[in-house]
């Protein structure tokens, strides 16, 4: 059986371990972290500041199930850029030293999985180069991986914006410490035959963020309050035998993040 995680982002103005504190008591055991100034950014963060967190988590019973390295103005005023699809070596350099930054803190963290994105397609690249550029910088990260494993999100509108393109790049590079971050509610935003292809990529996914959408619009709705049959993709989760964390993904709910807690749980509890 799947658990039930909660992604930080949503209480990003929010000192990390009051937010913690409020994610293990509305009845989470774990937590995802949305790398960002105000919790941990891992061009920022020393060393204390991160075993702190750890500890914390440890002190409290509370997992730290991924860290989300995909946040979009980390770099810059620019959403998501440079990204590791940028044109300029020099400009992807910055995305991957990034994230092998973010590789440091996890293991710090003592977190199992990393996620990343693919960066937005650009009109000074082919969508076969940028391909090409993606396939290898990820590559080029595995080797610092370690133990952790790096799983790709398909966000809408972006170079790798679904499942049936997130599959074949992970046949592709072909390695265990490389998986799919299953968002249910980004399905729903860019795909047809939703449940079949959340059938299909389930076998990939090492991470799933979970959500509603309503009328297919990229807004992260409180699961129960859109359109998705979440009795369906239960059941589907179930039968696939994924036992790892589903993390709860509510950015748009920073300010009514004491709602998004408490129903979210409440209603796939009753579904799980």
């Not at 989470?28 to 061009?43: A, K, R």
């Not at 963020?209 to 009328?215: L, V």
């Amino acid at each position: 059986m799947f658990k039930l995680a909660f992604n930080s982002t949503t209480l990003r103005n929010i000192d990390v371990f009051t937010s913690l504190r409020y994610i293990k008591d509305y009845g989470y055991d774990g937590v995802e972290l949305t790398l960002n100034d105000t919790h941990l950014h891992p061009l920022q963060h020393s060393f204390k500041r991160c075993m702190d967190v750890r500890n914390f988590c440890t002190d409290n019973g509370i997992d730290i199930v991924c860290v989300a390295a995909g946040g979009p103005n980390a770099l810059g005023d620019v959403a998501y850029e440079p990204s590791l699809i940028a044109p300029d070596a020099t400009e992807r350099s910055k995305r991957t030293d990034f994230i092998k930054a973010a590789i440091e803190l996890t293991h710090y963290l003592g977190a199992p999985v990393l996620n990343i994105n693919s960066g937005k397609p650009r009109t000074d690249i082919s969508d076969d180069k940028a391909y090409d550029l993606l396939k290898t910088e990820v590559n080029n990260l595995l080797p610092d991986v370690g133990d952790i494993i790096l799983v790709l999100e398909p966000e809408p509108d972006f170079l790798i914006g679904t499942t049936t393109t997130a599959v074949p790049l992970i046949l592709e590079i072909d390695s265990p410490k490389f998986r799919l971050n299953l968002d249910i509610g980004h399905v729903f935003c860019c795909e047809t035959d939703c449940y079949n292809n959340i059938e299909k990529a389930l076998p990939f996914s090492r991470h799933i963020h979970i959500e509603d959408i309503k009328g297919g619009i990229h807004h992260h709705e409180i699961p129960g309050e859109g359109d998705i049959d979440f009795s369906r993709i239960v059941d589907m989760i179930k039968a696939s035998g994924y036992a790892h964390y589903v993390s709860v993904e509510l950015h748009h709910h920073d300010n009514m993040w004491q709602r998004a807690l408490k129903e979210s749980r409440d209603y796939l509890l009753k579904l799980m």
